[in-house]
Structures are given as structure tokens and as C-alpha cells.
């Protein structure tokens, strides 16, 4: 995240618009957490996934916006975050307005299982020959974990681990 380094060491500017998937598929959670301090951040995306979303604005975003509105809506997005605002793309307000009261993303079994690997203390080599799949596969299991919950890093997973209820999801 050498952009985000760069721009840590800039003046704050008021309003950063960023990418939600900045490099090789990795969310940008932890430049959101790390730039929502000093300014506000609307997220621009492709992704109009509920977990994305929730996501992002749990990290601390400021508006949600994905790639295919209008420029007049990015526009409009970007004062609307500027004037201390919240902008949430229209489509997008209908989908996490669909379920209120289940806001809470979901595990797939692999997921699950990935994380039960986790916390018994294997290896991700160690883990992913146990599910007959490859790290890198398994590590793209973790890797959405951490983004349907908004967990930057593995001090932040291993809190999640700990302090969650496997009835939950």
C-alpha cells in the first residue's frame, strides 16, 4: 500500500476516494481505518456485495459508491462526504435495508473450517494440506473472512477468534 504510505506523510487532504480493492484483490480495510482519522474516505468500488459493504463502512468509510454511477453522482458523493455527510449509493441502501436485522455476514463451510484450523494453532501450509487445498487457496479463505468482517490483521483475527460465537454465523 505504498499510496497510502505516501499520502501518511502529506499534508491531510479532506477527502480520499478510494479503491476498495487497491492490489491483487486485497481490501483496503486498514487504509480506511488508517485515513479515517485524518479525513474522510467515500469508497469507490465494483464490488456491490452486502459483506463489501458493510465492510467498508465498518473500517470507517464514509460513503459507499460503486464504479457504474454517474459522474454527477460521484459529484455529489464527494460534497456530500466533504460537508461532514454519509453517501451510500442508492442500490446499495436497498440491499442492506432488504434484511435489518441480519446484518451480520455469513461464513461459508470453507471459511468456517479455515478458521477452525486457525485456532487450533496450524500453520497455513499445515491447514491447507489438511482441506486438500492449496495455501494460496486458503489464504483467499482468510482473506474474505477479514474482509466480511472488517479485520485488518492477525492480531485483529486472532481477537475475532476469541471473542466469537460459531452460533452467530
Not at 452486502?50 to 460503486?66: I, Q
Not at 459529484?75 to 461532514?84: N, W
Not at 473450517?113 to 494460496?136: K, P, Y
Request: hydrophobic letters at 45%; a negative charge.
Amino acid at each position: 500500500m505504498a499510496e497510502t504510505e505516501e499520502l501518511a506523510g502529506s499534508p491531510a487532504p479532506d477527502v480520499v476516494l478510494l479503491d476498495l480493492y487497491l492490489r491483487e484483490g486485497l481490501p483496503a480495510l486498514e487504509a480506511i481505518r488508517d485515513l479515517s482519522g485524518r479525513c474522510r474516505v467515500l469508497v469507490l468500488s465494483a464490488s456491490s456485495r452486502r459483506f463489501d459493504v458493510l465492510a467498508a463502512l465498518r473500517a470507517g468509510a464514509s460513503g459507499y459508491l460503486t464504479k457504474d454511477a454517474p459522474e454527477g453522482v460521484l459529484v455529489e458523493a464527494l460534497r456530500t462526504v466533504h460537508d461532514g455527510g454519509f453517501y451510500l449509493s442508492p442500490h446499495l441502501a436497498d440491499l442492506l435495508a432488504e434484511d435489518p436485522h441480519d446484518a451480520r455476514p455469513r461464513l461459508t463451510a470453507r471459511e468456517e473450517e479455515a478458521l477452525r484450523w486457525v485456532a487450533e494453532g496450524f500453520t497455513h501450509a499445515q491447514a491447507a494440506r489438511r482441506m486438500g487445498i492449496s495455501v494460496w487457496t486458503f489464504e483467499t479463505h482468510l482473506r474474505r473472512v477479514r474482509a466480511k468482517f472488517g479485520i485488518g490483521n492477525t492480531a485483529e483475527l486472532t481477537r475475532f477468534l476469541l471473542e466469537r460465537d460459531p452460533r452467530e454465523d
